[in-house]
Nanobody
Framework: QVQLVESGGGSVQAGGSLRLTCRTS????????MAWFRQAPGNQRESVAH??????????AGFVKDRFAISYDDSNGKKAIYLQMNNLEPEDTAMYYC????????????????????WGQGTQVTVSS
């Protein structure tokens, strides 16, 4: 069974930074579309950033505005992704989820949560003004 475990969330003031980590049980052998999503109370889960492990392609939601950066590491033979978040705003407050098993090459409707097969439990990010 595939496992994804997020960490790194917390409470920061506006303008601060956080780095989220998602460690998985997935072998690095095969290529995969991996992503970060977020969900604020009362809102739908939305796409934040995507990474295709086959060629390093990155895709970001418009609201990221160069504040966030997704990265990938498989040096221990397992897939892991990270999300560096800078200049955080109160509107970024949400539960952040790691996802894997997305659409081929992160193409198609890659921003839709239903396109991903595997999910973590989430890590809370709270930004105060």
């Amino acid at each position: 069974q595939v496992q994804l475990v997020e960490s790194g969330g917390g409470s920061v003031q506006a303008g601060g930074s956080l780095r989220l980590t998602c460690r998985t049980s997935m072998s690095s052998v095969s290529s995969d579309c991996m992503a970060w999503f977020r969900q604020a109370p009362g809102n739908q889960r939305e796409s934040v950033a995507h990474f295709y492990t086959g060629d390093g392609t990155r895709k970001y939601a418009g609201f990221v505005k160069d504040r966030f950066a997704i990265s990938y590491d498989d040096s221990n033979g397992k897939k892991a992704i990270y999300l560096q978040m800078n200049n955080l705003e109160p509107e970024d407050t949400a539960m952040y989820y790691c996802a894997a098993g997305g659409p081929l090459r992160c193409n198609g409707r890659y921003w839709e949560p239903a396109q991903f097969r595997h999910w973590g439990q989430g890590t809370q990010v709270t930004v105060s003004s």
